[in-house]
């Protein structure tokens, strides 16, 4: 009975210790969920969203399936918050600079002669990709809620359901879920790209993607993220990482 005692009440510890998570589902205008993300699909392309991350780093790939090339125009796409537009391309260079150098010094004389040389290299973003037939482009560029928490208004319902992180645990644990409509939504953002089947973009379309939060569960990260275990070498390797391609997880302060 004492064993018991003290195995609840280091459970209660533990569970209090544990961070807990902020888990958003999305949705889209023109995407529909898959075990891939949020997808778009057509004759002429699939269009694939992932934002399995902590705080929903967004990859976007476009699967060209046309028997010729396709092209997405950098220049006029955005990631859109709001009205604040985030362009996806700027006309700037990236320089990465390296230097080396070697002194001489004669005798007991404060006399010195000094040598350098630096080399550097200097990178810019194409402002077009151009995607071969049956094959895609990838990117990685945008953090879809990079600071704070999701404020979640309304109601949410409580319920109580089994541990996953532990096998065959018997523990429960506490999850707070709310839902809701396009309109209602706390988080809304869009995604906005420029495509074309020839370079000149003569034949140009646009797809633009409005999401938000349909869904925020509230409940412990290990619940949905795993938990880091120690090897024999030392280091820590997550047991689950998060996994939801239709969403991402925020951690909560301490106090919430």
Request: glycine fraction near 6%; aromatic fraction near 12%; charged fraction near 20%.
């Amino acid at each position: 009975m004492k064993r018991l005692a003290l195995l609840l009440l280091f459970s209660v510890i533990f569970l209090g210790c544990m961070p807990t998570v902020q888990v958003i589902t999305l949705r889209g205008s023109n995407v529909n969920p898959v075990s891939e993300g949020l997808v778009l699909d057509n004759d002429t392309l699939t269009l694939r969203y992932n934002f399995a991350s902590e705080r929903g780093e967004m990859l976007v790939s476009v699967v060209n399936k046309l028997n010729k090339p396709l092209y997405i125009d950098w220049k006029r796409s955005s990631f859109i918050i709001g009205q604040k537009t985030f362009d996806y391309w700027y006309d700037v260079a990236n320089v990465n600079l390296s230097s080396s150098g070697y002194i001489y010094r004669y005798g007991k004389s404060n006399f010195s002669s000094i040598n350098s040389s630096t080399e550097g290299t200097i990178s810019k973003d194409n402002p077009v990709s151009f995607i071969p037939p049956h094959t895609k482009a990838i990117k990685r560029q945008f953090i879809v809620f990079p600071t704070g928490t999701v404020p979640m208004p309304g109601m949410p319902i409580v319920s109580q359901e089994q541990a996953r992180w532990v096998a065959n645990s018997k523990k429960t644990i506490t999850v707070r879920a709310y839902t809701y409509l396009p309109e209602q939504s706390p988080l809304q953002f869009r995604n906005y790209l420029t495509l074309s089947v020839d370079k000149d973009f003569k034949t140009e379309f646009y797809i633009d993607t409005q999401f938000w939060a349909s869904a925020i569960r509230v409940e412990p990260k290990p619940q949905v993220a795993g938990v880091e275990v120690r090897q024999a070498n030392g280091l820590y390797v997550n047991t689950k990482p998060f996994a939801q391609k239709d969403g991402f997880f925020v951690i909560l302060p301490r106090r919430q």
